[in-house]
């Protein structure tokens, strides 16, 4: 089954660093822009970064400087460093493949692409991150 394996969540306390893995299982990733989402308890979920297909990366505006994006097609992963995390962190990660190689930034959100019919339907379980003292 194709699908999206997230690893790299945990407790950390204000100020630290995680970095967070997404392996694409079954499927190869280097035509797909990815995208980094997120989900609080209550909130909906939003996207916090996406890296194209060519590795250029975006960022919503609550983790510019703090957070980086990186993939390697050669080994189907993508990652999400995470440096000098807050409280406001906590949620759960997961990551989103857009069926085109470009990332798509609407009204300041991270959407799939119009004309590329959606994200792939490989979504995994997510990595919980708590940012905590």
């Known amino acids: 089954q194709a699908q999206f394996v997230e690893s790299g969540g945990g407790l950390v306390q204000p100020g630290g660093s995680l970095r967070l893995s997404c392996a694409a299982s079954g499927f190869t990733l280097d035509s797909y822009a990815i995208t980094w989402f997120r989900q609080a308890p209550g909130k909906e979920r939003e996207g916090v970064s996406c890296i194209s297909s060519s590795g250029a990366t975006h960022y919503a505006d609550s983790v510019k400087g703090r957070f980086t994006v990186s993939r390697d097609n050669a080994k189907n992963t993508v990652w999400l460093q995470m440096d000098n995390l807050k409280p406001e962190d906590t949620a759960v990660y997961s990551c989103?493949?857009?069926?085109?190689?470009?990332?798509?930034?609407?009204?300041?959100?991270?959407?799939?692409?119009?004309?590329?019919?959606?994200?792939?339907?490989?979504w995994g379980q997510g990595t919980l991150v708590t940012v905590s003292s």
């Open positions: 989103g493949a857009d069926r085109v190689k470009y990332c798509t930034i609407l009204n300041g959100k991270f959407q799939s692409s119009p004309q590329g019919g959606g994200y792939l339907e490989v």
